[in-house]
Nanobody
Framework: QVQLVESGGGLVQAGGSLRLSCAASGNSFSINAMGWYRQAPGKQRELVASITSNENSNYADSVKGRFTISTDNAKSTVYLQMNRLKPDDTAVYYC?????????????WGQGTQVTVSS
């Protein structure tokens, strides 16, 4: 059974920084890609950043230049360094992992972590 465990959310003032972590645990998988999504109240869940196993990354336009996604493949962990945070970044952030089980792929989600940016 695969679990994604997130940490690092919290309350920060505008202009501040936070670092989110997400560790995947379980057996018999390899990582295809991992990413972070967010959902603000009354809005749809949106992709924030993603990174593939060969470290190709992709960012939402709204976070480019402020957020950085990275991985530690040995630990099956993905990080999201968030700098120069804005109140509009306030949301529940969800980790997502696309994992390979042989020739099959499955997507898993973390439980979500709240990020609140005060003005």
């Amino acid at each position: 059974q695969v679990q994604l465990v997130e940490s690092g959310g919290g309350l920060v003032q505008a202009g501040g920084s936070l670092r989110l972590s997400c560790a995947a645990s379980g057996n018999s998988f390899s990582i295809n890609a991992m990413g972070w999504y967010r959902q603000a109240p009354g809005k749809q869940r949106e992709l924030v950043a993603s990174i593939t196993s060969n470290e190709n990354s992709n960012y939402a336009d709204s976070v480019k230049g402020r957020f950085t996604i990275s991985t530690d493949n040995a630990k099956s962990t993905v990080y999201l360094q968030m700098n120069r945070l804005k109140p509009d970044d306030t949301a529940v952030y969800y980790c997502s992992a696309l994992l390979n089980f042989g020739i099959q792929q499955r997507r898993y989600w973390g439980q979500g972590t709240q990020v609140t940016v005060s003005s």
